[in-house]
């Protein structure tokens, strides 16, 4: 599996987590030949002076699928595949953790970091950005949404009754979700297609999309948006 590549010596890299739509699944290019006006790229550093230096510096997230401390011992999905890739370099590796993940690239662009790896979605606006690597998986984004009361003593089609199944019934229904993230240009759109107008309340550039679970399950907010994998 191929984790980074170079372009006219100039490397940058970002792992992906790539969720596509709501409800459906369609793959995005993920290089470009193209860059944003508004977004320079990493061009200080190639592979051999990130060997020079010895070290690779990575950007990623805290939560449970990339980068997370357990019993002292460093974990997550993303991690072990950046330790891999420092080991196969021959350079240690350097662990930063976003604070706002709304940022991220901005980091990227300013040379703070070499790589960003975390659970990202590929869309054009960001491949005219960055050069990503090729996918690691594929999932969908889903809502998230929490049980009605007594639903263990509801039928199948009771339980669907009270649970949101179609996209026309997101109108009106306020759902949090960072506003630099995939969800929120996604129900920007969803919200075009339907004809109907949903609610979508931005959440702090702080806010992971774990946290965002975890304040739909204890009640204090209705709705969020995440990719099947971390749901």
């Known amino acids: ?41 990493n061009t200080n550093f190639d592979l051999d002076q990130i060997k ?21 011992d460093s974990m997550g999905y993303e991690y072990e595949l950046l330790n891999a890739f420092a080991k196969e370099i021959g350079v240690k590796l350097e662990i930063w953790v976003a604070k706002d993940l709304n940022s ?32 690691l998986m594929y999932v969908p984004q889903v809502l998230i949404q929490r049980k009605p009361a007594g639903w263990e003593n509801m039928s199948k089609d009771e339980l669907n ?20 993230s995939s969800f929120y240009s996604r129900l920007t759109n969803l919200s075009e297609e339907i004809g109907e107008k949903i609610n979508i309340i931005e959440a702090p550039g702080d806010s992971d999309t774990e946290q965002l679970i975890a304040q739909v399950s204890d009640g204090e907010i209705d709705y969020t948006i995440a990719d099947q994998n971390v749901a």
Do not use: C, W
């Not at 020079?52 to 002292?72: D, Q, V």
């Not at 009754?161 to 630099?180: A, E």
């Open 161 to 180: 009754k009270n649970l949101i199944r179609n996209t026309l019934d997101l109108s009106g229904k306020k759902i949090h979700v960072r506003k630099g």
């Open 52 to 72: 020079k230096r010895g070290k690779l510096i990575a950007l990623t997230e805290n939560s449970s699928t990339s980068f997370y401390i357990y019993k002292g």
């Open 104 to 135: 991220v690239f901005d980091h990227l662009n300013v040379k703070d970091v070499d790589i960003v790896a975390a659970n990202i979605t590929v869309t054009k606006e960001r491949s005219l950005k960055v050069d990503f690597t090729d996918p």
């Open 1 to 41: 599996m191929i984790f980074a590549y170079t372009r006219n010596k100039t490397i940058v890299f970002l792992f992906l987590l790539i969720g596509i739509t709501l409800f459906y699944l369609s793959r995005i290019s993920s290089r470009h030949e193209q860059e944003s006006s508004s977004f320079v790229a």
